[in-house]
């Protein structure tokens, strides 16, 4: 009788210690394996004919993988827009209808006015969205440079030639035009502008490169054609 009321209270300690010693220890990953590694110990009790408790201890190392998703760098191309050259791929294509400067741009209510000692130069552009889905053609994601300085474009009040601004959304499967302006300097010789909208779905930033003997009257807008 006393062996039993013994074996019962050491089961019930050694139930307690299982809970209160079970340990699982993760290992981090190294950067030459991708690789999380669980050890798992466990104690199971042995009663011995005398009464007695005896443990014996168990190890296993589980190995899964991380499920961190970390998606790949995916490499930018630059692609080359001209007056000679228009872009075109499987989504969109871009073209050039006319680039032309501007001392000041007037109409009826408003006129206007590039700071001293510049002028407006504006590039007149037809943008094809071939996509299923609709486009927009983000302002913020325009940079340029003017003869190797920095700048950035500008608006207008005005509409030249009757062109809205390119800065719009494009439904899929049509076709916008408008206009792109930037105030340079009066004796400038070249500008370069990259627009980066297009990374994450064409994985390209798409280059132009104009200079004065690009510049040519566009046609007059006409927003039926």
């Known amino acids: ?28 990953s190294s950067e030459s394996s991708n690789i999380k590694k669980i050890e798992i110990s466990s104690y199971e009790p042995d009663v011995s004919d005398n009464g007695t408790i005896e443990k ?6 589980i190995e899964t993988p991380y ?3 970390i998606p790949e760098t995916t490499e930018i191309k630059t692609e080359k827009l001209s007056v ?31 700071s001293k000692g510049k002028k407006y130069l504006v590039l007149f552009l037809s943008i094809t969205n071939n996509g ?3 486009d927009y053609i983000n302002a913020n994601y325009v940079y340029g440079k003017v003869d190797n300085k920095e700048i950035g474009h500008t608006f207008l009040v005005n509409s030249p ?10 439904p899929s499967g049509q076709n916008i ?24 779905t064409d994985n390209i930033s798409l280059q132009c490169t104009l200079k004065k003997k690009d510049l040519f009257n566009p046609p007059i807008y006409n927003k039926v054609n």
């Open 132 to 134: 299923f889905e609709e």
């Open 161 to 170: 030639r009757n062109y809205p601004t390119i800065f719009t959304h494009i």
């Open 67 to 69: 499920t961190d998703n």
């Open 84 to 114: 000679e050259r228009q872009y075109s791929n499987i989504r969109h294509s871009v073209k050039i209808l006319g680039l032309k400067e501007y001392d000041k741009l007037e109409e009826e209510k408003y006129t206007d006015k590039p």
């Open 56 to 61: 014996e201890v168990s190890s296993e190392i």
């Open 177 to 200: 035009e408008g206009f792109i302006v930037w105030e340079v300097p009066k004796d400038w010789k070249k500008l370069v502008f990259y627009y980066d909208g297009w990374q994450y």
């Open 1 to 28: 009788m006393i062996k039993k009321i013994l074996y019962g209270i050491f089961l019930f300690m050694s139930v307690i210690y299982i809970i209160g010693c079970g340990k699982i220890d993760t290992a981090t």
